[in-house]
């Protein structure tokens, strides 16, 4: 891949035109002939940086988590513990809830995640990602427990599988549906999902199920 061949403003149109195309049909679906149109440019100078479907695929996945990563202050897990760490964990989702609203093309690639048939097992970038995503999530929940700040009865395996799902249906509704609120509405619900994470993993939370 020779991305980085590309002047700044023809790499940033062949990731936008692409990030739309597989959003918007599928990686299945999604037509390099219309990415290449979109792009101005020819099959054979395409060809010249991309070898295929799935390597521009990987190529905008790869792009995306490196910006996302230059503009989020993602902190080491074991600097949440203490007794900020709830402060610290909305100061971060706060961020991201943030990001997600810009509609940047960046932002636009995290719903490549929820793309019904994204190819996670033929993707290494997508693969790559989910993987250093569920391991910072299980060593922050663990920094979380060991200050006192994340409740404890539940298996670490368990209890990190339930909140990575609950992550995933907050992002990737917030990722479809949360521009279409106002900003007034786009914070209360932005607390709302804060709190709904409070619920599920603070010892001092209400208990709706009881004793």
Known sequence: MALHELDRERRTRVLENATSEFVRRG??????????????????SFYHYF????????????????????ELAVPDPSELA????????????????ELAGRGTWTAEAGKLFYVSDTPIEHSPALR????AVRDWLARALEAGRECGAVRDDLP????ASLVFALLRCLDDWSLHQLHEYSA????????????????????????????
Request: aromatic share 6%.
């Open 27 to 44: 990686y299945e679906h999604a037509s390099l002939n219309s990415i290449i149109r979109a792009c101005g440019m020819s099959k054979s």
């Open 51 to 70: 070898d295929s479907k799935a390597e521009l695929f990987d190529t905008v996945v790869t792009e995306a988590m490196r910006a996302l990563g230059s």
């Open 82 to 97: 203490g007794t900020e760490f709830w402060e610290r964990v909305t100061r971060l989702v706060t961020q991201l809830l």
């Open 128 to 131: 790559d990602a989910i993987a």
């Open 156 to 159: 670490s395996s368990l209890q």
């Open 184 to 211: 007034p509405e786009r914070e209360r619900i932005a607390r709302a999902q804060l709190r709904t994470l409070y619920r599920m993993l603070a010892p001092d939370a209400d208990d709706a199920g009881g004793e």
